[in-house]
């Protein structure tokens, strides 16, 4: 199973970015997914979470400027970036805790899955 991650780029400060991860393979169900991020010279943070029922944890740092949504249907997340600041610059890491994938017949279980990430660069 992999997260594939895709909308990051260069953006103004006060513009949007959309970012999606969709989980590949034969998922059966994902329990919590999730975004954090990095900076340049700092910890991975959490940004926000959503649980299969829609249950929302997010940082206060996005509250009000970032909403996460997810699609069960098609195993993908999404980060929807509003107003935009440069202290936003980081790389985003779409995360999973937990799934159950099928794969040559057997179902198994996956804790802490990780996409690669993608770069959000927010200019001034």
């Known amino acids: 199973v992999q997260l594939v991650e895709s909308g990051g780029g260069l953006v103004q400060a006060g513009g949007s970015l959309r970012l999606s991860c969709a989980a590949s393979g034969i998922i059966i169900s994902i329990a919590h997914m999730g975004w954090y991020r990095q900076a340049p010279g700092k910890q991975r943070e959490l940004v926000a979470t959503?649980?299969?029922?829609?249950?929302?944890n997010s940082a206060d740092s996005v509250k009000g400027r970032f909403t996460i949504s997810r699609d069960n249907a098609k195993n993908t997340v999404y980060l929807q970036m509003n107003s935009l600041k440069v202290e936003d610059t980081a790389v985003y890491y779409c995360y999973v805790d937990r799934l159950l994938a099928e794969e040559a017949g057997t179902r198994a279980y996956e804790n802490d899955v990780w996409g690669q990430g993608t770069q959000v660069t927010v200019s001034s």
């Open positions: 959503i649980t299969r029922d829609g249950r929302i």
